[in-house]
């Protein structure tokens, strides 16, 4: 019961600090798409790209990145120190990742996001743009411009010149490296062709890369740390980032749809190469294999082969499996963090989410 207790405090605790840092955000990116929208009042569908990237961004979300990056640079900063120059990087951290998740969602194919409509689907609804084509087009193209968007915010704060260039720098570095992971999650391997190697290279590239540990590194940037600090801010943030890939895995199989904002079946269809058909494949009898094979990346499965498909992996001990790994990898992260000489409130919060990310059925919009 006290266990219980605990977590309910973190929590709360967890959704006060979030708040906070949604709030000024959220002020702070609309005024930063209006600025934008401004520039092109000249032209209706510049316009409308920019007021469908704004809503989309606005839209939702925990914002944990941006409050990685406030929470960690309040760790590693001196008492006191001021935060608002990281305004312009909390912005760059979400039109990153709308950057990456309106192109995901083009190659998912997905109609849903944050419980909205996708960037081509909002689109494919507008009659200058009412065909495949046109419509995934437009959409490329707006989320190739909330990517040169973060870089602009970036290069317009107030940083130290030496600040930002580092940023920037490390900002195209993980550009680089997020693409080079969706691109390992599309290339199609046969189930029996994956190894436990190349999933953590997708969870490492696709996600960790971006989301936990540019937000870390960008607050150590900011406060001139060591380099062993460095090392180890990456190794709790490819830790977090694993976290995050596994949860958002389990939760596309077996959450609900009104939970997570998004289909809970095309992962199977789309035959998403996960920690979790990895080890089902692993743990199969030559009969469930054969079912795995047929059913598991096909477009035509249904509802009956779905919850078959999740029946195997209940059966084999597979997502008894997978949660243990989420927890080992959860220990790990905070092991690290403990030895970390880091101010009480951005430990506490780093600490929090990696609680949060090994408990409950909430979004994750990864």
């Known amino acids: 019961m006290s266990i219980n207790i605990k977590k309910e405090?973190?929590?709360?605790q967890l959704i006060t600090w979030l708040h906070v840092v949604q709030k000024t955000l959220s002020l702070s990116l609309q005024q930063f798409f209006l600025d934008q929208q401004a520039a092109y009042s000249f032209d209706l569908t510049g316009q409308f790209m920019l007021e469908s990237l704004s809503e989309f961004t606005l839209r939702g979300g925990k914002r944990i990145r941006p409050a990685l990056l406030y929470y960690s640079?309040?760790?590693?900063?001196?008492?006191?120190?001021n935060t608002d120059t990281l305004m312009p990087l909390m912005i760059a951290c979400e039109l990153m990742q709308s950057f990456f998740l309106v192109h995901d969602d083009i190659v998912d194919e997905a109609e849903l996001r944050r419980g909205g409509k996708t960037i081509h689907h909002i689109f494919y609804e507008k009659p200058a743009y009412d065909n495949w084509r046109s419509a995934e087009s437009m959409a490329i193209f707006t989320g190739n411009i909330a990517g040169y968007l973060g870089m602009k915010a970036i290069s317009e704060s107030h940083l130290e010149d030496k600040h930002k260039w580092q940023i920037m720098k490390l900002y195209a570095e993980v550009c680089i490296d997020v693409n080079y992971g969706q691109t390992l999650d599309i290339v199609s391997w046969p189930l029996e062709h994956l190894t436990e190697e190349s999933i953590h290279n997708i969870y490492y590239y696709k996600t960790a890369s971006y989301t936990t540990q540019f937000p870390l590194l960008c607050s150590a940037i900011l406060t001139n740390s060591n380099e062993k600090m460095n090392r180890n801010l990456k190794q709790i943030g490819k830790h977090m980032g694993f976290l995050f890939q596994a949860r958002d895995d389990l939760l596309g199989i077996f959450s609900n749809p009104s939970v997570i904002g998004k289909s809970v079946v095309s992962d199977i269809q789309q035959g998403k190469k996960t920690l979790l058909i990895y080890e089902a494949w692993k743990r199969s009898t030559l009969t469930q294999k054969e079912y795995l094979k047929r059913f598991y990346g096909n477009p035509q499965t249904g509802p009956?082969?779905?919850e078959e498909i999740k029946n195997i992996m209940l059966d084999t001990g597979t997502l008894r499996y997978i949660q243990n790994v989420i927890q080992q990898q959860a220990e790990q992260a905070k092991l690290i963090l403990g030895s970390l000489s880091l101010n009480e409130s951005g430990k506490t919060f780093i600490e929090h989410v990696i609680n949060d990310l090994t408990d409950g059925?909430?979004?994750?919009?990864?």
């Open 361 to 366: 059925e909430e979004e994750n919009d990864v």
């Open 304 to 306: 009956k082969e779905i």
């Open 73 to 81: 640079y309040q760790g590693l900063a001196k008492p006191h120190s």
């Open 9 to 12: 405090e973190q929590s709360n």
